[in-house]
């Protein structure tokens, strides 16, 4: 086992390509296992310091590339997001979040590569509840912690899962809300939202690698099997206060028609508040430097 050594899923992610960038920077030596058609352009010329390798569905591939990096830790944050599902895409769903992610830890146990950093997310836990899934996407996440339990009840694997809230940051491709936000605030095009009222928690992208990285330190010291923490922001805003807020920080006047569209179905009204914060970790970042920081 090298402890310099890392392996990263999801690098080609908005979060992923941040965590490979700062590991790189703190000179770590990262591998990223990518499939053959994943598109590494994000992470720019950062990807000649990196290991390339590709995952073809092969578990016994899989196990000679953790044979030969003996990595100490794997950063798991590849999945396939869908806030909805249809028919087309089930099977992508499976295969991406809970098959791809269990060759993972079989060839990681088979190898004896110790510590896993497993990525959750908030939307596990609709209306508070310990499980209940916002969506599909969710329902695959608590299946693979699930699943997660048989490795570490039957080997030496040690894991930390962090639940994600909602994330941002400086050249972020994702079509999420702050991007439509910055789009209309050029554009001047009319944005038809809802009555505003749900509760949005969101940590800035420098303060979700920390977290990460902390929990590379952190699991070493880790007593239980399976740790669980959510990376969340100290400070919630409903959705009419974060409008106001990216308004006053950018100085621009957003043409919003309030009421217009209903409450999507399991529509997260307030963020699940019920896992314990990672321990020795706090966001730094607050909304209005994080907006000034990603669009200005």
Known sequence: MNSNSVIVTGATGFIGSNLVFSLVKKGFDVHILVRGTSDLNILGDIAEACTVHIYNGSIVDLKKTFSIVKP????????????????????????SNIIFSTHLVEAMVSEDVPFLINTGTSWQHFTDDTYNPVNLYAATKESFENILEFYVQTSDLKVITLKLFDTYGPNDPRKKLLRLLYDISISKDALSMSAGEQKINLVYIDDVIRAFEHSHKEIFQQIDSHTRYSVSATKLLTLKELVAIFEDTLDVKLNINWGEREYRKREVMAPWSGEKVLKGWVPKIDLPAGLARAFR
Request: net charge negative; aromatic share 8%.
């Open 72 to 95: 100490s830790h794997v950063f798991h944050l590849a999945s396939l997001f869908l806030a909805q599902h249809d028919d087309s895409n089930i099977t992508d769903l499976l295969e």
